[in-house]
C-alpha cells in the first residue's frame, strides 16, 4: 500500500459527538469491496477453481481461515453465525469434514505456497476438545506447507468461560502465537441481560497464561451499547481490562438487529442505551484507551504502539479483509467451514450460511462455494482504494490512478462531489491529489469510503447494513 507520511497526525481519534451524532448512518464495514451481501450463485465451483489454478501464477503465500459454528450457549447480541449445542461429539464429525474440504482445494494449490496465517475463528472454537484441536491443526499442516518463519500468525477466538490453563498450553504446543478473548463487559447486570455470565479473575486468568505460555499477542473484545450499560460500570470494565495492558483492544459498537438475529429478540429495546448514552460510552471508551498509550488502527480496533498492526500502519503496510486488520496484505485467503469466505486472487467465494448445506455439499465431493464474485477492473481499483482508506485513513490518488491507468479526479468526479460534504465538516481533506480522513473524521471511515462505493448507487441490490456508531 502507499505510504503517505503527512496523515500521521490524524492517527489520533478526535472525539466529537455533535459530528458523530449527525453523520451516524448505515454502510458496510469493508471487510471486503464488494462487500458480502452482493456476491451472487453466478460464481460458483468452477469459478473457483480457474480463481485457485490462476493464483498459482502468482504464488504469493496462504492465509487459512477455519470458521468453527458451534457455542455451548447464545449470546443474546450475537450476529455471528453460529449453532447452539452442548454435544460436543459433533465437533469430530466437524473437524473431519474440514479437512475433507481442504483435501479438494490443497491439490489445487501449488506446494510451494506456505501457510503463513491461520485463524480459527466462530462460532466459539474452543467448543473443539484439545484432541479435536490438534487433528485440525495437524490435519492441516499434512495438507498445506506452514511456515515456519517467526512471522507467523496462527491464531484462536477463545471464550474464557470454557477454557482453561492446560488448554492455553496446548494450544501453544499447537503454534498458536495469537489469542483473541471475548469479555464485553465485567458488569453483572449486563451480563445477565446478554447471557453471557463470566468472572473477571477466570478472564483475567486465561489472559495472563497465554502471556505465561508464549504468546506474543492477546487481543480483548469488548462492546458498547449493551442492555443496562452505563459510564460507571463500563468505566470499571476498562480499568480492570487495561490493568493488563493488553497488546490490541476491539471496542466494538453493539448493533441490535432483532429481524436478523432472532437471539436478540430476548434484549428489550428499552433496556439498550439511547443514542446519546451510546456515544457517551464509546467517547469512554477512546479517551480510556488514548490515556492508555493505544494507537487506533481502524474501524474499533486499538493497538499499543510497538505491536504488529500499529508498526504495519506507521510503515504503510496494513490489510483489512474477513479475519479483521492484519499485517500479511499479499496473500491469498482460503476460508474452510460453514459460512467461511475466501479470497483468491481478483475473487471471493463463500460456502453455504447453513451447516446442512456446507455439510451435503462437503460429503458430495465438491468445493462447497454457495456463491461469489469476480471483482472487474472497477471493482479492483475501488477495492485498492477503499482497502487503504480503511487501513492508513488516506489515498494517494495520483499513485493509485497510475497504477490503475485511470485520471483520479475524472474517475472518481461523482465520488470527489460526495466528498464535499464530509469535507465541509471537517471530517475529510482532498488537496494535491490525496483523500484522507482528518482527526475528527477517524470514527467514521466508513463514510469516507462509502463515497466510493458504487454498489451502494444501485437500487437494483438494495442491503440493510449496521449504523456507522
Sequence with gaps: MDTLPSAAASLAWHFDPELLRRH??????????????????????????????????????LSLYVHVPYCSSPCFYCGCNRVITRDHSKGAAYVARVLREADRIAPLLDVSREVIQLHLGGGTPNFLA???????????????????????????????????????????????????????????????AINREQGVEQTLDILRACREHGLRSVNVDLIYGLPHQTPVGFAQTLETVLRERPDRLAIYGYAHLPHLFKAQRQIPEAALPGPEQKLALLGLAVRRLSLAGYQYIGMDHFALPDEDLSQAQRAGQLHRNFMGYTTHADTDLIGLGASAISHVGDSYSQNPRDLPGWEAAVDAGRLPVWRGLQLDADDSLRADLIGQLMCQGGVDGRTLAARHGVDFDVYFADALQALQALQ????AEYEHGVVRS???????LRLLAMCFDRYLARPDQPVRYSRAI
Design 438 to 444: 482528518t482527526a475528527r473524521g477517524r470514527p467514521l
Design 130 to 192: 484439545a484432541a479435536q484441536l490438534r487433528e485440525l491443526v495437524d490435519g492441516l499442516g499434512r495438507r498445506f506447507s506452514f511456515s515456519s518463519a517467526a512471522s507467523r500468525d496462527f491464531s484462536i477466538e477463545l471464550d474464557p468461560r470454557f477454557v482453561g490453563r492446560d488448554d492455553i498450553a496446548g494450544l501453544a504446543a499447537l503454534g498458536f502465537n495469537r489469542a483473541s478473548l471475548g469479555i464485553q463487559d465485567f458488569d453483572p447486570v449486563v451480563q445477565r
Design 24 to 61: 451516524d448512518r448505515p454502510g458496510p464495514r469493508y471487510t471486503s469491496y464488494p462487500a458480502a451481501p452482493h456476491f451472487h450463485d453466478g460464481f460458483g465451483e468452477a469459478q473457483l477453481r480457474a480463481a485457485l489454478a490462476a493464483s498459482n501464477h502468482r504464488a504469493r503465500p
Design 424 to 427: 465541509a465538516d471537517g471530517l
